[in-house]
């Protein structure tokens, strides 16, 4: 591995469980949209395993450079350039099936994650596939105190940031016609959500 790339062990860590949670849903799949790829090691890892569908990573301007160094090192036919893409901003004008996000609802601003659903209205189709990683908490509870503490960490550090409560993300999901169909427990306290919505 070229010591210039980024990388974040707890993509390391979570991509095996985080793949057997896509393999059962998108063997369907044609394009994916990758909301904040970050450092891009999920993006080549589930792309190679995946090869049937199209990867596209998105982010923030200032990590694409990180994203392309990855994207450019695998060379797999299915990943094309990383895209600019702030959930603020402009969305791109296409349709995707699916909609994938990896540990960014608790990272957002509130009306940010309300942003990020009005994007993913604008671009997933009819029976779309939304998949969601990440911490939440339930009832208002956090589910361990490993993520208590990770949310005053969130909290020092931004705090427009916190763990997302299951309710309130799921209300927003319902308000774009979307159906809460899995909820699965992954490693570290996370969870792995997939939401598909109506035809």
């Not at 695998?74 to 600019?84: G, R």
């Not at 603020?88 to 309300?114: C, K, Y």
């Not at 911490?135 to 997302?164: C, H, M, V």
Request: net charge negative; charged share 20%; glycine share 8%.
């Amino acid at each position: 591995m070229s010591a210039e790339k980024p990388f974040a062990p707890s993509c390391e860590r979570n991509q095996g469980p985080i793949l057997e949670v896509l393999q059962r849903h998108l063997g369907d799949a044609r394009r994916v949209l990758e909301i904040g790829s970050g450092t891009g090691q999920h993006a080549v890892h589930f792309a190679a395993a995946m090869p049937w569908l199209t990867w596209q990573c998105s982010d923030r301007a200032e990590f694409l450079p990180g994203i392309s160094l990855w994207l450019e090192d695998a060379a797999l036919p299915n990943t094309p350039p990383a895209i600019v893409l702030d959930v603020d901003g402009p969305w791109p004008r296409a349709a995707f099936d699916t909609v994938f996000t990896a540990n960014s609802l608790h990272i957002m601003g509130w009306p940010q994650v309300e942003a990020f659903f009005a994007g993913v209205d604008a671009v997933l189709e009819p029976r779309g596939l939304l998949v969601v990683y990440g911490p939440f908490n339930y009832g208002g509870e956090f589910t361990s105190e490993s993520n208590r503490a990770f949310e005053q960490w969130l909290k020092d550090r931004d705090p427009a940031s916190g763990i997302r409560d299951i309710e309130a993300v799921d209300a927003l999901a319902r308000s774009i016609g979307l159906r809460l169909i899995e909820d699965n427990a992954m490693p570290a306290n996370n969870r792995c959500l997939v939401w598909q919505r109506a035809a």
